[in-house]
C-alpha cells in the first residue's frame, strides 16, 4: 500500500544551480541538511562523497547553519552520504556533470520513525528511497547500496534505494525475498538501473571496458542452494562477459568487432543492440615472464571448505599451468603479514606444492598488514618487461588495522601506475565483501573474480591464464554515438558502474579497464529506432592505451543498417546467448524494462540460442540456472499496483506520486 503524504518520512529537492556557479572544468555539490521533524538546520552530520571518478573519499561536518560544500569535483556518478547518530543514515547517487553545481537540501529522519519514503527529484540526479535493512535484501530499481564496514557492525548502513537513474520517479519499498534467509554479512553495493535516454538529449553513451565474472559466480552459487541471489550482487555485464561468444581473432588489429542487431523479444518497438570485441590474442608462448605475489587470506573467516581449502586447490591448478618463465611467492595474513614463500621458480614444483598445503587459518584479518608485505616483495622483486602481480585470495572482510578500503586506495593505484597490479580473487558465501574485492581490482588495474567451485578456479588459473596475465591493453573505453535522425532513445544494459562522461572518453587521465589477451567485451543497447535506417545509424569507437602506457589509439567504426537482423530467430547464436543472459541478470535484479518476459518465456529463447554454442557445458548449465531461478522467483512485482505490464510506458519508469 502507498503511504500518504503525511506518512512519507523523508522528502529531498534537489536543484540545479546556474552552471555559473560550477568550478571551470568542474563540478560542485552542495546544500543543506535539516531535521525532518522542525526544519531546523543539523549541525555535525557528517557527509561523505565517493565517485569512481576520483580517488577515495571527500568528507565535510556540517555547521550550525547545516551546509555542506563540495567543490571541484570531476564529472561522474557519485554517492552522497549523511550520518548524524540519532538520526537515521541517508545515501543517494547523483550525477555530476561538467561545469555545473547542484544543490541538494536533505532532511534526516529520526532512527525511531518508519519505513516510508518520498522523493521529489531532478532530472540530473539519481533519486535514492531509503529504508532500514539488517542485511542486503533484493529489489532495487534505482541506484543503490548497502555496504557496512565488517566488523564489528557500524551504525550506519546503507539501505535499499529505489527509482531510475536521472528520472526523479521512486516506488515504494519492495517485499522481502528468499535471499533474507541466506548468508549474513554478504556485502553489497548496487548501482541502479540504467535509464532509457532520448538522443535528442544526449546522444553519446560512455563506458571502461570491464572483462570482470565474479557477480554470475556469486549468483550461481545462491541458486545452487536454492536461494535467489542479492538483487544488488547482479552486474549485467558479468553475466554477460562470463560466456566464450566465439570471436574471431583479428590478427592485423588490436580488436576484432562483432556487432548485430534484432528486434527485441521483450520491448516492442526496441532493437537489441549486440556489441562484441576481442582483444588480439598472443599466442601462449609469447606471454611475458611473471611474477605472481599470491596474497592468501588465512584469518578465522576463512575456514570453511569453500574457502581456504578451496584456495589451496586452486592455486595447485595455476602452478601446473605455469611455466618455467615464472615465479610464484606466497604470503598470508590474519592479524598480521607473513612471508610463506618467497620468489620460486614454478620448475620447484614440490617447493611450491608444500608451502600451499601447509597454509592454515589464524586470527583477525589484517588486509592491510597483507597488501603492504605483498607488494614490499613483488617491488623488491620485479620482473622488468614482465608481468608484476599481487593477487589476492580472500573472503574480502577486513576486521584488524584498515576495516575499509579507503586507508590503501592511494597505494594500491601507486604500485598499479608502477606496473605492478592487483587481482582479486574471491572466495565463500557468508562473511563476504562483494564491494571491496570488485573496488581493490578496479583501482589496482586488474581482474575481479569469485571462485565457488574448482570448475571455475579451472576457468580462472588455467583455461582464461594467458589473458588473465598478458595485458594488450589498458585504460579501455567504448563510445557509442547515436544518430539522432535515426535513433530516437537507447539504453545501455549494465556497466551502471563503469560509465563515464563523454568528455571523459578522450582524456587520458581518465583510469578505464585493463583488457588482456584475446579477452572479449560484449555490450547490449535497446535501441529505438525512427524507421529503417537507410545508412549508418550509429558510431563505435573504441579508445586504449599500450600495456606500457603513453598516448591513447583510437578505433572508429560505422554501424550500418544492413546489421540489423528481422527477428531474434535470424541472429547469430552468439547475439542469442548475449541476449539471454543479460535478461537473466536483468530479472534477478527485478529490472522494470523486462518485466514483460516472463521466466517460461525466457527458457524459451535460451532453447532457441541454436548452435554452435548451445551444446557448451557453460550454456547448458546457464539453462538450468534459468529453471533454478525460476522456481524460486515468488517476489512480487512492485510496479504492478502502478504500471501493469499490459499498460507499462516501454519508454520511462512510472513516476510514483
Given amino acids: 500500500m502507498m503511504p500518504s503524504p503525511r506518512s512519507a518520512l523523508l522528502c529531498v529537492l534537489f536543484l540545479l544551480a546556474p552552471p555559473a556557479l560550477a568550478d571551470d572544468g568542474f563540478g560542485t555539490v552542495m546544500g543543506t541538511v535539516l531535521s525532518a521533524e522542525d526544519r531546523g538546520t543539523l549541525s555535525d552530520v557528517v557527509v561523505t562523497i565517493t565517485s569512481p571518478a576520483m580517488m577515495g573519499e571527500r568528507t565535510t561536518v556540517t555547521g550550525e547553519d547545516g551546509f555542506y560544500w563540495f567543490p571541484q569535483l570531476p564529472p561522474g556518478i557519485y554517492l552522497l552520504r549523511f550520518e548524524l547518530e540519532g538520526l537515521r543514515p541517508y545515501a543517494r547517487h547523483i550525477v555530476v556533470r561538467l561545469n555545473q553545481t547542484y544543490r541538494m537540501n536533505v532532511d534526516l529522519l529520526p532512527e525511531s520513525l518508519g519505513e516510508c519514503v518520498e522523493i521529489v527529484g531532478g532530472s540530473s540526479s539519481v533519486p535514492w528511497g531509503a529504508r532500514p535493512s539488517p542485511r542486503n535484501r533484493a529489489g532495487s530499481q534505482g541506484a543503490s547500496a548497502s555496504y557496512t564496514p565488517p566488523p564489528p557492525p557500524s551504525p550506519y548502513q546503507l539501505s535499499h534505494m529505489n527509482g531510475e537513474y536521472g528520472s526523479g520517479r521512486t516506488v515504494a519499498p519492495p517485499p522481502s525475498s528468499s535471499t533474507d534467509k541466506a548468508f549474513l554479512e554478504m556485502y553489497f553495493q548496487g548501482y541502479g538501473v540504467n535509464p532509457t535516454v532520448d538522443t535528442e538529449t544526449e546522444r553519446f553513451s560512455t563506458f571502461a571496458m570491464e572483462v570482470d565474472t565474479a557477480s554470475y559466480s556469486l549468483a550461481r552459487g545462491y541458486l545452487e542452494r536454492s536461494l535467489l541471489p542479492d538483487a544488488q550482487s547482479v552486474r549485467v555485464e558479468e553475466f554477460v562477459n562470463t560466456f566464450d561468444y566465439g570471436y574471431e581473432n583479428d590478427t592485423d588489429a588490436p580488436f576484432s568487432i562483432h556487432v548485430e542487431g534484432f528486434p527485441s523479444p521483450h520491448r516492442p518497438g526496441y532493437h537489441v543492440l549486440h556489441v562484441g570485441l576481442k582483444a588480439h590474442e598472443v599466442p601462449a608462448a609469447q606471454r611475458k615472464p611473471s611474477h605472481l605475489v599470491f596474497t592468501i587470506d588465512t584469518s578465522g573467516s576463512m575456514d570453511q571448505p569453500n574457502k581456504l581449502s578451496l584456495v589451496k586447490q586452486s592455486l595447485r591448478l595455476l ?339
Fill in 319 to 657: 602452478v601446473d599451468a605455469l611455466d618455467e618463465r615464472d615465479r610464484v611467492s606466497i604470503v598470508v595474513y590474519g592479524s598480521s603479514a607473513r612471508l610463506v614463500l618467497p620468489p620460486t621458480s614454478v620448475l620447484q614444483r614440490d617447493v611450491l606444492l608444500s608451502a600451499i598445503d601447509g597454509l592454515r587459518t589464524d586470527g583477525a584479518t589484517n588486509a592491510q598488514a597483507g597488501l603492504d608485505l605483498a607488494y614490499s616483495l613483488a617491488s623488491a622483486n620485479r620482473v622488468e618487461g614482465g608481468v608484476n602481480r599481487v593477487i589476492l585470495c580472500s573472503d574480502g572482510v577486513a576486521n584488524n588495522g584498515v576495516t575499509d578500503a579507503d586507508g590503501i586506495w592511494a597505494r594500491v593505484k601507486g604500485f598499479a601506475e608502477r606496473g605492478i597490479t592487483l587481482s582479486t580473487v574471491g572466495f565463500g558465501m557468508g562473511h563476504y565483501n562483494d564491494v571491496l574485492m570488485e573496488r581493490l581490482s578496479h583501482v589496482g588495474e586488474g581482474n575481479y573474480a569469485y571462485v565457488d567451485r574448482l570448475d571455475e578456479a579451472r576457468r580462472i588459473f588455467v583455461q582464461n591464464l594467458n589473458g588473465t596475465l598478458q595485458v594488450v591493453a589498458k585504460d579501455a573505453k567504448v563510445q557509442l554515438e547515436f544518430d539522432p535522425r535515426d535513433v530516437i532513445r537507447y539504453r545501455l544494459v549494465g556497466y551502471e558502474n563503469r560509465i563515464l562522461a563523454k568528455e571523459q572518453f578522450a582524456d587520458d587521465r581518465v583510469d578505464a579497464g585493463e583488457v588482456g589477451s584475446g579477452h572479449t567485451v560484449t555490450a547490449l543497447y535497446e535501441v529505438k529506432l525512427r524507421g529503417e535506417p537507410m545508412d549508418a545509424f550509429a558510431t563505435l569507437r573504441l579508445r586504449y592505451k599500450a600495456p606500457e602506457g603513453g598516448s591513447s589509439r583510437e578505433v572508429v567504426k560505422s554501424l550500418p543498417a544492413r546489421i540489423l537482423r528481422p527477428s531474434y530467430a535470424d541472429a547469430s547464436s552468439p547475439s542469442r546467448l548475449s541476449y539471454v543472459a543479460a535478461a537473466f541478470a536483468e530479472k534477478l535484479r527485478a529490472s522494470y524494462w523486462m518485466r514483460p518476459l516472463t521466466w517460461e518465456q525466457l527458457i524459451s529463447l535460451h532453447e532457441q540460442v541454436g548452435p554452435p554454442l548451445s551444446q557448451r557445458p557453460e550454456v547448458v548449465e546457464l539453462g538450468s540456472l534459468i529453471r533454478k531461478a525460476a522456481s524460486l522467483d515468488h517476489r512480487t512485482d512492485r510496479f504492478e499496483a502502478v504500471a501493469p505490464v499490459r499498460l507499462m510506458d516501454g519508454d520511462r519508469v512510472p513516476r510514483i506520486e
